[in-house]
């Protein structure tokens, strides 16, 4: 397919009502976001990550993790965490991707209240020991992508050869194509992330057009490039028309059967109309740029 669509992953949560909604409050959540980006023409979805925060939804189900703190040796959760609402986007459609918060955004979240680690960093690489049994999981059940994604690596918080190797524990447990989202500026770490074991970068483009003057020159060393051409940040629904040039931005950069179109990050702080508008233009955008190469 050239140029498929995406999402970063998150949409907005719309809750039910009723008996259901008391049962499992996200259920209606899920099954409007997955229908949202369907019906928005996205070729690969998620399913929404209408639960809780990124961050939550993981360690709320970590042995070894309580609310922000770790308190003991942390393992891989018992059941899958994600793998239920997964299935449901499956069963609606065949391309879905599992998604997967980063081992340093979630390491970095939490206090160490335990003599069980000496530092950070092996709390970086007990995680995504643990992610990466929920990515063997999401496999199984028949994703055709997995996405970790990593927004504080370009924040300079994190350790990046930590980042890194966790990233590296997590894509080689899988057989198939695993993506990293990593948001923000990427001049500072950007050859890193070029090293990295994994078969699609994901950046933003639309708000952070600089991260494309970057890969001047850079051996892309066969990966796909993640392009994104929506402005999450910004509430504004753009034109089908400031899309399609920011496209056409991305297929100068890399050319157009290298890279995927997606919004810069997750939608989940827009209204539903709001990011259901801006995956809808993203698509139509993409549709007229396809006419061009077939």
């Known amino acids: 397919m050239i140029l498929p669509t995406t999402v970063v992953g998150s949409f907005p949560a719309v809750k039910g009502t009723g008996l259901g909604a008391i049962i499992d409050p996200y259920r ?3 099954r409007f976001a997955v229908a949202e980006q369907i019906r928005a023409g996205v070729d690969i979805i998620s399913d929404g990550q209408v639960r809780e925060g990124m961050i939550q939804a993981f360690t709320g189900k970590l042995p070894g993790v309580r609310d922000d703190t ?23 459609t065949g391309k879905v991707k599992g998604i997967l918060t ?19 960093d092996e709390v970086v690489l007990d995680i995504a020991a643990a992610l990466a049994v929920e990515a063997q999981a999401l496999a ?20 990046i050869a930590t980042g890194a190797e966790a990233i590296g524990i997590i894509a080689r447990s899988v057989d198939l194509p695993v993506c990293v989202h990593v948001c923000g500026p990427l001049a500072g770490i950007i ?3 070029l090293r990295l074991p994994v078969a699609v970068l994901d950046i933003e483009a639309a708000t952070q057009p600089e991260n494309l003057e970057i890969f001047d020159e850079k051996d892309l060393r066969g990966k796909m490039i993640g392009c994104g051409c929506v402005a999450s940040s910004d509430h504004e629904v753009e034109s089908v028309d400031l899309i399609r040039e920011r496209i056409e931005t991305c297929i100068d950069t890399f050319s157009h059967d290298r890279i995927l179109i997606d919004p810069d990050c997750g939608l989940r702080m827009h209204t539903p109309e709001g990011a259901a508008a801006k995956l809808s233009r993203m698509c139509e955008a993409v549709r007229l740029v396809r006419r061009e190469y077939e």
């Open 102 to 120: 980063g081992p340093s955004s979630i390491a970095h979240a939490l206090r160490i209240k335990t003599p069980e680690y000496r530092n950070r």
């Open 70 to 92: 770790v308190i003991s040796r942390i393992l891989p959760a018992a059941s899958g965490i994600t793998v239920g609402d997964t299935r449901y986007a499956l069963s609606q």
């Open 140 to 159: 199984k059940e028949g994703v055709c992508m997995i996405q970790i994604d990593e927004p504080i690596l370009s924040t300079g918080a994190a350790d």
């Open 28 to 30: 209606h959540a899920v």
């Open 191 to 193: 050859d890193t992330l």
